[in-house]
């Protein structure tokens, strides 16, 4: 299936573009952008979507899109949401690659201990980036009324009186009835309209100062006796974090992280002793054992950042953020695409309990109804991430009310999933988008986890898996 989809062509060069009625334009072409443009396809005549970059026509890192080049996570929540707006589109990413992953092979270290295995509510997906950008991009690029434009980099916006009218690119102005920013957390258009005094969302951010580093290796059958393994250290040994991921192309694909300076380092010795430093040794066996098929690529990430839209009184109509261009996470809980599918699915809704339609699109009420709306979709990653983070003592920043006492809850549930099937099963829920983490203090889960972890318990001991003899 070949994209249709044009460089930076659009409307005729001018100051300005008359309105078409019924547009949408989405500015930036990765998942959140797309989701979104998905969404608006279902109420608007026309969605155009501006992608700075050119795009790749295979399943390529993008250039401006750094961390593509390591492990991100397509949990249950966003995969179930893919499935409803692109039927068979899970088959489809297993046809090119994609690998099935469940609780019955998962290899995840937290506490001191393994997680139980078993059923930990349903399979989703282990990719890379690339591959699901690819394969959504090849499908919003068919939809008939949606055109992905490249080539182009957003300015600013327009604006008549309280009402965004468009997107100006140097001498082009793309007219909209509704504007979607999706160009991440350093949106040029969010800095422009805080610059000018038009939006000026409170911001929360939390200093994390995360340093991540991945490499692919070649897979075999025998590499490793699990299906994936994630590895986590405590807080008081620096929070490091390790993943060894099945991704398509019979890879490995493996990420490791630290906090607060403990940067992995990019040479193969000093990355090599990075994973084989976390508490679990499977990830650094699998590294030892397989044969790397690309560099060691690395990244920074200093803080986590959320506009708090929602607090705001009003918003100029005809503009809505979406993604990181509302809230960005720690990376390391690979929450990001899920949650901007989240958010896409309930620009949709409000877009419904407005009528639906253009004429919602145009509606003044659409910006606040979504964001507040949106605000409940992000507390949930949110309290995930920035709750975890300050189990580090060198995290700064806004402390989620009540997070040491918080902390202290979720070690337990942690440690009580290394015996507790169903104690695991809700843990992975809850990770995954799919229950609030209220549902961790359920009266049964409370009654499971102090069962769990109760004085004097005796545990076995800890049984490594199996990974196969070094190449």
Not at 14 to 26: D, E, I, K, L, M
Not at 39 to 52: F, G, N, T, Y
Not at 317 to 328: F, P, Y
């Amino acid at each position: 299936m070949q994209l249709r989809r044009t460089g930076s062509t659009g409307p005729p060069p001018g100051p300005q573009v008359a309105a078409t009625t019924g547009r949408a334009v989405v500015v930036g072409g990765s998942v959140a952008g797309l989701l979104t443009a998905r969404v608006l396809s279902d109420h608007a005549a026309q969605v155009v979507v501006l992608e700075r970059e050119s795009l790749p026509v295979d399943a390529t890192a993008r250039g401006h899109v750094p961390q593509g080049r390591h492990l991100h996570a397509l949990l249950a929540a966003g995969l179930r949401l893919l499935e409803e707006w692109f039927p068979g589109i899970r088959s489809e990413l297993v046809a090119e690659g994609a690998v099935t992953v469940d609780g019955t092979g998962g290899w995840v270290w937290q506490s001191g201990g393994y997680r139980a295995r078993g059923d930990w509510g349903g399979s989703t997906l282990s990719l890379t980036r690339p591959l699901l950008e690819h394969v959504v991009r090849r499908r919003v690029a068919a939809l008939p009324n949606v055109t992905v434009v490249e080539g182009v980099r957003a300015d600013a916006v327009t604006l008549d009186g309280d009402r965004v009218t468009g997107v100006r690119s140097g001498d082009r102005t793309w007219a909209a009835d509704l504007v979607a920013d999706c160009s991440g957390r350093s949106s040029r258009l969010l800095h422009r309209l805080a610059a000018d005094g038009v939006l000026v969302p409170p911001t929360t951010e939390v200093g994390i100062d995360v340093a991540y580093a991945s490499r692919l290796l070649r897979r075999s059958p025998g590499d490793f006796s699990g299906q994936f393994a994630v590895i986590a250290s405590a807080p008081e040994d620096g929070l490091r974090v390790g993943a060894a991921m099945p991704v398509e192309g019979d890879r490995w694909q493996i990420t490791v992280a630290g906090m607060h300076g403990d940067a992995p380092p990019a040479d193969d010795e000093g990355f090599a002793a990075f994973t084989e430093s976390l508490p679990s040794p499977v990830v650094g066996q699998i590294l030892r054992r397989c044969e790397p098929v690309s560099e060691v690529a690395v990244f920074r990430y200093p803080a986590s950042r959320r506009r708090h839209f929602e607090r705001l009184d009003r918003m100029p109509a005809g503009l809505v953020a979406v993604g990181d261009a509302a809230c960005s996470f720690d990376p390391v809980y690979g929450q990001g695409m899920s949650s901007s599918a989240l958010q896409a699915e309930a620009l949709g809704r409000a877009l419904v309990g407005l009528g639906g339609g253009a004429g919602a699109m145009a509606d003044g009420r659409l910006p606040m109804s979504f964001h507040r709306k949106a605000a409940r979709i992000i507390d949930v990653p949110w309290t995930i991430a920035v709750g975890g983070d300050f189990a580090h003592s060198a995290t700064v920043g806004e402390r989620p009310r009540g997070s040491a006492v918080v902390n202290l809850y979720v070690d337990r549930v942690m440690r009580a999933t290394h015996s507790s099937l169903p104690v695991a099963r809700r843990l992975n829920r809850v990770l995954n988008l799919d229950a609030p983490p209220l549902s961790l203090a359920s009266p049964v889960t409370l009654a499971r986890v102090l069962a769990a972890t109760r004085p004097g318990r005796v545990r076995g001991a800890v049984v490594h898996p199996r990974v196969g003899p070094a190449a």
